[in-house]
């Protein structure tokens, strides 16, 4: 069974740090790009950064370029995101997401981890 | 970037209904579309790829069709675990990756 399991989140202030951290297990993951989209409260879905597998592609949004890391640990079977200076817009469930193969949707998702951006 | 616009936004229905929504490309995007449906308070889940490939293990009664820049998300007989939000998604350029703002199903 595909399982992604995120961490990391919490309350940060605006300009802090966070990182996030999703556990994948019950797949080949370093066959796999792997992604991160966000949901603000009450909003719609996000595609915040993807990573292929051998990390040879990164993709992020415009609104996080210079600011959001993706990267992995395919020993690990972990894919994280570094954000720094966060911003209010930046308070989302972010959801850890496995790409399908050839297919560029996302076919398994983790349950998501809350990052709140408040003073 | 491709800009995705689902309609209606909400739209209410009744167990047992059939029930369609839409999703327009600013593009075409030939038939590289997907469908999720979200629960309340639970991760999407993949429903329909490629517009009209239904996903493993997903209901029969989920459907998908077009091509180009319109398509179509039909369900044939509306069960309970169906009312939530459906969204579209674009997979034809490299990133950014783009969502639909959703289509809410309301008993």
């Known amino acids: 069974e595909v399982q992604l399991l995120e961490s990391g989140g919490g309350l940060v202030k605006p300009g802090g740090s966070l990182r996030l951290s999703c556990a994948a297990s019950g797949f080949a993951f370093n066959s796999h790009t792997m992604a991160w989209v966000r949901q603000a409260p009450g909003k719609g879905l996000e595609w915040v950064s993807s990573i292929s597998s051998g990390s040879s592609y990164i993709y992020y949004r415009d609104s996080v370029k210079g600011r959001f890391t993706i990267s992995r640990d395919n020993a690990k079977r972990l894919v994280y995101l570094q954000m720094d200076s966060v911003r209010g817009e930046d308070t989302a469930v972010y959801y850890c997401?496995?790409?399908?193969?050839?297919?560029?949707?996302?076919?398994?998702w983790g349950q998501g981890t809350l990052v709140t951006v408040s003073s | 970037d491709i800009q995705m616009t689902q309609s209606p936004s909400s739209l209410s229905a009744s167990i047992g209904d059939r029930v369609t929504m839409t999703c327009r490309a600013s593009?075409?995007?030939?038939?590289?579309l997907n469908w999720y449906r979200q629960k309340p308070g639970k991760a999407p889940e993949l429903l329909i790829h490629?517009?009209?490939t239904l996903q493993s293990g997903v209901a029969s009664r989920f459907s998908g069709s077009g091509s180009g820049t319109e398509f179509t998300l039909t369900i044939s007989s509306v069960q309970l675990e169906d009312f939530a939000i459906y969204f579209c998604q674009e997979s034809y350029s490299t990133p950014p990756i783009t969502f639909g703002q959703g289509t809410r199903l309301d008993i």
């Open positions: 490629s517009a009209s």
């Open positions: 997401a496995r790409e399908s193969i050839l297919i560029r949707n996302f076919d398994s």
């Open positions: 593009q075409s995007i030939s038939t590289h």
